[in-house]
């Protein structure tokens, strides 16, 4: 059965801090991975696809890295509107899988 | 204005039915492919099922456990997508929402799309 896992499950963070999440697959899943913001009450939004372009409109403090298992989306300055949770989203093997997300609360 | 926008949602006995829909604009809804995603209640996302463009073979794939319940169809030239959800269940009480990737996924995939979601509560 083919998994993503994200870690950590939960950070406690302050406006301004670097945040770094990670996300493992459990078969290669080339590039095809896509990072998504969700906030309570909203529609996902997404940030990053094909584990490294960022989205239209998307700020620049928003970058994704990775390839083959191991990805990372990395946050350079967390502004007050960045606390939410965080999914990756892997389209390599139907069907395709969201990991169970990081909640990314304000410290 | 780029927009897809749900409806249909509601409170429904298990083993019943309900039809989603979702409608979209600013975009050519005929390129995209289109899918439906949920998120039951203190849960994560969960991708339901997808489907092609008609150029791209206008296949539909869903996930293992709506497969045989639940039915996705475009009308593009309404530019319009559906949910069919037939026998319910209280584990399918969730909010779905409607999302495109205006290119193909053969190329480049971008789920960049999303509507509002619309809830649809299974409860007798």
């Known amino acids: 059965e083919f998994v993503l896992t994200q870690s950590p499950a939960n950070l406690s963070l302050s406006p301004g801090e670097r945040v770094t999440l990670s996300c493992r697959a459990s078969?290669?899943?080339?590039?095809?991975l896509a990072w998504y913001q969700h906030k309570r009450g909203q529609a996902p939004r997404l940030l990053i696809y094909d584990a490294s372009n960022r989205a239209t409109g998307i700020p620049a403090r928003f970058s994704g890295s990775g390839s083959g298992t191991d990805f990372t989306l990395t946050i350079s300055s967390l502004e007050p509107e960045d606390f939410a949770v965080y999914y990756c989203?892997?389209?390599?093997?139907?069907?395709?899988?969201f990991g169970q997300g990081t909640k990314v609360e304000i410290k | 204005e780029v927009q897809l926008v749900e409806s249909g949602g509601g409170l429904v006995k298990p083993g019943g039915s309900l039809r989603l829909s979702c409608a979209a604009s600013g975009f050519t809804f005929s390129n995209a492919w289109m899918s439906w995603v949920r998120q039951a209640p203190g849960k994560g996302l969960e991708w339901v099922g997808r489907?092609?463009?008609?150029?791209?073979?206008?296949?539909?794939d869903y996930a293992a456990p709506v497969k045989g319940r639940f039915f996705i169809s475009r009308d593009d030239s309404k530019n319009s997508l559906y949910l069919e959800m037939d026998n319910l269940k209280t584990e399918d009480t969730a909010v779905y929402y409607c999302?495109?990737?205006?290119?193909?996924?053969?190329?480049?995939?971008?789920?960049?799309?999303w509507g509002q979601g619309t809830m649809v509560t299974v409860s007798s």
């Open positions: 989203q892997q389209r390599s093997i139907w069907p395709w899988t």
């Open positions: 999302t495109s990737s205006a290119t193909s996924c053969f190329t480049l995939c971008a789920f960049d799309i």
């Open positions: 078969q290669r899943i080339s590039n095809y």
């Open positions: 489907v092609k463009s008609i150029a791209d073979g206008g296949t539909r």
